[in-house]
């Protein structure tokens, strides 16, 4: 099946969005997302505040944009496991898959590290760490229907994967809390921080963790 090529004036269109979402969030990170008015943005882009509204509702959701994308790769990918795979070995197996193919789809909109100083961003401000987090507790609830889903569960009857997708996601936050106080700021980094701190879950959730290894 032949992809369709976007024509001249959706290609326009994608062009506009992405330089509003890149000016967005370059003053985002570097004067503030308070500070950051929504006219700064568009005389920027040299764009007009209505032109703004008609891809974005908000200052909130251009900083949250390809975070969206990040996570809808994310519940693509799981959606992909196979049926053999565990409930946690498929959320790992996927979100390990997703940064490794993330790069080049967020290199289409912004730079790598733009988007990494961003999520910093998010994490350092109060009002989009509140919005962040509703967000999390959201997509928690997608993640454990999709899990239930592949075990043949009713995610109302059985608890377990609710609590299975909030192990994992409590694991998440962490890393990216840990992976912000670091030093090195890369994809690579938070991919294997992510690795290493999912496959330290099982262990630190043993009954006694003196003479066991870090």
Same mark, same amino acid.
């Given at each position: 099946?032949?992809?369709?090529?976007?024509?001249?004036?959706?290609?326009?269109?994608?062009?506009?969005?992405?330089?509003?979402?890149?000016?967005?969030?370059?003053?985002?990170?570097?004067?503030?997302?308070?500070?950051?008015?929504? $006219?700064?943005? #568009? $005389?920027?882009?040299?764009?007009?505040?209505?032109?703004?509204?008609?891809?974005?509702?908000?200052?909130?959701?251009?900083?949250?944009?390809?975070?969206?994308? #990040?996570?809808?790769?994310?519940?693509?990918?799981?959606?992909?496991?196979? %049926?053999?795979?565990?409930?946690?070995?498929?959320?790992?197996? +996927? #979100?390990?898959?997703?940064? $490794?193919?993330?790069?080049? +789809?967020?290199?289409?909109?912004?730079?790598?590290?733009?988007?990494?100083?961003?999520?910093?961003?998010?994490?350092?401000?109060?009002?989009? /760490? +509140?919005?962040?987090?509703?967000?999390?507790?959201?997509?928690?609830?997608?993640?454990?229907?999709?899990?239930?889903?592949?075990?043949?569960?009713?995610?109302?009857?059985?608890?377990?994967?609710?609590? +299975? #997708?909030?192990?994992?996601?409590?694991?998440?936050?962490?890393?990216?809390?840990?992976?912000?106080?670091?030093?090195?700021?890369?994809?690579?980094?938070?991919?294997?921080?992510?690795?290493?701190?999912?496959?330290?879950?099982? %262990?630190? /959730?043993?009954?006694?963790?003196?003479?066991? %290894?870090?």
């Amino acid at each position: 099946m032949t992809v369709p090529v976007p024509g001249l004036r959706e290609r326009k269109k994608q062009r506009t969005r992405d330089a509003l979402i890149r000016v967005a969030l370059e003053l985002f990170t570097t004067q503030g997302y308070e500070r950051t008015t929504v $006219d700064e943005i #568009v $005389d920027a882009v040299e764009v007009s505040q209505r032109t703004f509204f008609r891809y974005f509702s908000s200052k909130e959701e251009v900083a949250f944009d390809v975070q969206q994308m #990040v996570e809808e790769r994310f519940v693509r990918a799981l959606g992909q496991r196979p %049926p053999d795979e565990g409930p946690f070995d498929a959320m790992r197996n +996927a #979100v390990l898959c997703a940064w $490794d193919t993330i790069g080049e +789809a967020i290199e289409e909109v912004v730079p790598v590290e733009l988007y990494l100083r961003t999520y910093q961003m998010i994490e350092s401000t109060p009002a989009l /760490l +509140a919005v962040h987090l509703r967000r999390s507790t959201e997509m928690e609830e997608t993640i454990a229907r999709i899990i239930a889903g592949r075990e043949g569960l009713d995610v109302d009857e059985d608890p377990r994967p609710r609590i +299975a #997708v909030a192990a994992f996601s409590g694991v998440m936050r962490v890393t990216g809390q840990m992976w912000g106080r670091g030093g090195e700021q890369s994809l690579e980094s938070i991919r294997s921080l992510t690795e290493e701190y999912l496959d330290r879950l099982g %262990p630190a /959730l043993a009954q006694r963790w003196r003479d066991r %290894p870090a």
